[in-house]
């Protein structure tokens, strides 16, 4: 995306973070934002802000590990800033379908595992944390060597379509 902020793009005359804000605030009381940069615009959207704890931009897990660690509440609730199209039916799903073994809940759409789509315990800190100790960054890993229960939507589900090319953003508006 040629280095832009994904979630501070327009669209639909609103930044592409807006519209996940305003499905997800109605469930939470402690909206966290991972971000490593353009803190002051991303403020207005969240209770609390993260950063990664490494300025190269690691990935997912790092923003992951920041905001299981000042979360508030037992479970954290992972969506991608460029799905603007996730909608409060899928968010009640997963919050319904949330295990009680101390498992990660992910969504897998079409077999595939959808990491941005999860509903993580924050009691597994101590275990990302090892994982990101020992080198791993992909979220997915992290989280697949412990138990993950899944949330299955259909291959066409649109409210996980996320925004990665400039011709999806004006294509879909």
């Known amino acids: 995306m040629g280095g832009r902020d994904k979630g501070l793009l327009v669209w639909k005359d609103k930044p592409l973070i807006a519209h996940v804000q305003a499905i997800v605030r109605p469930f939470t009381d402690d909206l966290i934002i991972s971000c490593n940069r353009n803190a002051a615009r991303y403020r207005a959207y969240a209770d609390q802000l993260v950063e990664d704890s490494q300025k190269d931009f690691p990935g997912p897990l790092a923003g992951v590990l920041a905001g299981v660690s000042v979360a508030h509440h037992p479970w954290l609730l992972v969506l991608a800033c460029d799905a603007p199209n996730i909608d409060a039916a899928l968010i009640k799903a997963m919050l319904e379908a949330r295990p009680t073994t101390g498992a990660a809940l992910m969504i897998q759409q079409a077999g595939q595992w959808q990491p941005m789509f ?44 996320n925004f990665n090319t400039p011709e999806w953003l004006v294509g879909n508006h």
């Open 118 to 161: 999860s509903l993580i315990p924050t009691a597994l800190l101590p275990q990302l944390n090892q994982a990101w100790d020992e080198g791993e960054r992909s979220l997915l890993r992290a989280l697949l060597k412990h138990e993950l229960v899944a949330l299955t939507c259909v291959s066409d589900d649109l409210r996980l379509s």
